[in-house]
């Protein structure tokens, strides 16, 4: 038979363990993409929304500890940490501090790899990046 106190002992108990949890995913590193999501099939233009956790979003040139700004490599591969992110048609950088974007893609299966980079467009490596699939009608 459970008596009064073990049911608020075990209540208290799992309550400390959901806010532990709950505390510990709050404060994870690491970028996401808000839209589309993986697997999406899109039309042009492919609006895209960049997520950020962790860290703080600053424009090209600020080199405070925790900031940078997205960058998204166009069927492309997560940077390794410290590689400068090159600038082409296929890696755009959003050093103003953009969160978002509209793409003209070719029909077709593309992946979109967001990459974090600090102010210098240096990556802060596959742990700060994230890749998805998307179809282009």
């Known amino acids: 038979m459970l008596t009064r106190q073990r049911l608020v002992g075990g209540f208290a108990g799992a309550l400390c363990a959901g806010l532990i949890a709950v505390s510990g995913v709050a404060h994870a590193e690491g970028v996401s993409f808000v839209q589309p999501k993986d697997g999406a099939t899109v ?71 967001l990459q974090f980079g600090d102010g210098a467009h240096r990556s802060y490596g596959p742990k700060m990046s994230k890749t998805i699939t998307v179809h282009v009608k």
């Open 43 to 113: 039309s042009n233009p492919v609006h895209v929304v960049f997520g950020l956790d962790g860290m703080k979003i600053a424009p090209v040139g600020t080199m405070t500890a925790g900031t940078g700004h997205h960058h998204l490599l166009i069927d492309g591969a997560p940077l390794k940490q410290g590689e400068v992110i090159p600038v082409s048609d296929t890696s755009l950088h959003f050093g103003k501090g953009q969160t978002e974007t509209d793409l003209t893609l070719p029909p077709g299966d593309h992946t979109l790899t």
